[in-house]
């Protein structure tokens, strides 16, 4: 079964900069894995952020970025807002599934 | 702007089935892909599956054996049957919009709500 993992906590203080990344059991994540991520506050719905690798949806503040690091999908954080505490999630797309990762709990402080 | 919202019981007894209804407003259902995806208390996100308007489906390898979407185009709604229910499928339900395009991306754009169902007797 394939497991995609994501760090389970990070930290960074309000106006840093902080890399989430996603990984994938099968190998190195690639573009050909459309990489997503979404952000979920709590009692709320997950909102879209990134999608295919990089791009941005029509809301994703500017503040948020995404790319390919090491073998990895990562979401970057520039500029960290005290509302960007929230759980993150990434999500691949595999040849016969779509699987999300555990999710990352970042903190503000 | 497209708004989804789930609807149906919010508590199942254990051996039953599971059913509930997302209701498409604001554009059509035609032309995308339709998702479940769960939610269990305190953990993280699961996909259930998809619906393609036309009626094809994917689903969770997991799931697949106890799960069936279906697409209601006059209605703009498509719905999830999840069978043999324990507590395992507690969760609160999201359903969402997908795209599953190379060349202009594959993203789940818009998300409903969410709905609780309790699997308890």
């Known amino acids: 079964q394939t497991v995609v993992t994501q760090e389970p906590s990070l930290t960074v203080s309000p106006g840093g900069t902080v890399t989430l990344t996603c990984a994938s059991s099968t190998g190195a994540v690639t573009s050909g894995y459309y990489p997503n991520w979404f952000q979920q506050k709590p009692g709320q719905a997950p909102r879209a952020l990134i999608y295919?690798?990089?791009k941005k949806h029509s809301w994703t503040p500017a503040r948020f970025s995404g790319s390919l690091l090491g073998g990895k999908a990562a979401l970057t954080l520039s500029g960290v807002q005290p509302e960007d505490e929230a759980e993150y999630y990434c999500?691949?797309?595999?040849?016969?599934?779509?699987?999300f990762g555990g999710g990352t709990k970042l903190t503000v402080l | 702007q497209v708004q989804l919202q789930e609807s149906g019981p919010g508590l199942v007894k254990p051996s039953e089935t599971l059913s509930l209804t997302c209701t498409v407003s604001?554009?059509?259902?035609?032309?995308?892909?339709w998702t479940w995806i769960r939610q269990p208390p305190g953990k993280g996100l699961e996909y259930i599956g998809y619906i393609f308007y036309s009626g094809s489906t994917n689903y969770n390898p997991s799931l697949k054996s106890r799960v069936t979407i279906s697409v209601d185009t006059s209605k703009n709604q498509f719905s999830l049957k999840l069978s043999s229910v324990t507590s395992a499928d507690t969760a609160v339900y999201y359903c969402a919009r997908a795209s599953f395009s190379d060349s202009s991306g594959r993203t789940f754009d818009y998300w409903g709500q969410g709905t609780l169902v309790t699997v308890s007797s």
């Open positions: 999500l691949l797309y595999y040849s016969d599934a779509v699987v």
């Open positions: 295919s690798t990089s």
């Open positions: 604001g554009g059509s259902i035609s032309s995308y892909y």
